[in-house]
C-alpha cells in the first residue's frame, strides 16, 4: 500500500523556519521523482519544488527560491522541504508527491502550515 505522510507543519512567526518531511513507502522511493506542491485557500495548488531521483533540485517557484530547499534521503525513503525566511503568504496545505509518470503519481495528506504573528 503507497503510503506518503507529510509532518513539520505548524504556526510560525513571520521570518522564523520550518522543516517539511515526508515519508514514503509501499513503493520504490529512489525510483521517483519527488515534489513538494502547497495550496492556499481559495486558489489553485502550485508546485514549490521538485527534486531527481539522485537528489538534484530542478524546480523552485520563483515565489521560494532563495528561502526553501528541497533534498531527499533515499536511505530513509524521505524527502523534506526546510523552509526559511517564512511570509505570511506561505501559509497554505503543503503536499508531497511521488512522480513516477502523468498517469502515475501518489498525493500525501498534507501539513497545515501557518505563517502569522
Known amino acids: 500500500q503507497v503510503q506518503l505522510v507529510e509532518s513539520g507543519g505548524g504556526l510560525v512567526q513571520p521570518g522564523g523556519s520550518l522543516r517539511l518531511s515526508c515519508a514514503a513507502s509501499?513503493?520504490?522511493?529512489?525510483?521517483?521523482?519527488m515534489k513538494w506542491y502547497r495550496q492556499a485557500p481559495g486558489k489553485e495548488r502550485e508546485l514549490v519544488a521538485a527534486?531527481?531521483?539522485?537528489?538534484?533540485?530542478?524546480t523552485y517557484a520563483d515565489s521560494v527560491k532563495g528561502r526553501f530547499t528541497i533534498s531527499r534521503d533515499n536511505a530513509k525513503n524521505t524527502v523534506y522541504l526546510q523552509m526559511n525566511s517564512l511570509k505570511p503568504e506561505d501559509t497554505a496545505v503543503y503536499y508531497c508527491?511521488?512522480?513516477?509518470?502523468?498517469?502515475?503519481?501518489?498525493w500525501g495528506q498534507g501539513t497545515q502550515v501557518t505563517v502569522s504573528s
Open positions: 509501499g513503493f520504490t522511493f529512489s525510483s521517483s521523482r
Open positions: 527534486i531527481t531521483r539522485a537528489g538534484e533540485p530542478t
Open positions: 508527491n511521488a512522480f513516477f509518470s502523468i498517469s502515475r503519481n501518489y
